[in-house]
């Protein structure tokens, strides 16, 4: 059994996820849904795919598209992503294929869809790719650290690991360099 669940109830799912935010994501052979604490299916069995919750809200697949449940299992966002990731920081990377875009926890899109691919927001910036070039992004959207980059990573401890010229070097949130990296 899973670490924490001793009920019976577990044994009907191929697989129990951790309760966040009272309810966990479970799945039987090609569907996911979501159960309470108890076991009780808040959720029904109907996405293809489903991530578990995050800040308040899980993004779930159906019919090729991504959307977003709240707390509560309800439909936060109508499926409508290409691709969607967990909320970070209050904001959820989202693309339509084309390109990428920022989600807030009020369902809008806090930042426009013009980048070629993004990372979550970590430490107050966000990676992004512009013009097959990485740079920064703060909440506003505003652009802080230039797009230079051929590969950026999340900031952790006031340091992103980023490759420009062919090498990985670390940089700071002003996107100076602070040591070479592996």
Known sequence: TLAGYG???????????????GLSLVGKGEKHGFVDKDGKLVVPL???????FSEGFAAVK?????????????????PMYVEALSF????????NGASYGFLDTSGK??????????????EGL?????NGKWGYID????????MKYNFAGAFDNGAARVMIAGKWILIDPTGKKIADSE
């Open 7 to 21: 009920q019976a109830w577990t044994k009907q799912y191929d697989h129990v996820d951790d309760c966040i935010c």
């Open 46 to 52: 109907i996405y293809d795919e489903a991530l578990t």
């Open 62 to 78: 159906i019919d090729g598209k991504w959307g977003y449940l709240d707390s509560t299992g309800k439909v936060f966002k109508e």
């Open 88 to 95: 970070h920081s209050g904001f959820a990377v989202v693309s």
């Open 109 to 122: 899109m806090a930042i426009a869809m013009i980048y070629e691919n993004a990372g979550m927001f970590s």
């Open 126 to 130: 966000a990676a992004v790719n512009k």
């Open 139 to 146: 909440k506003t959207g505003k652009e802080i650290i230039g």
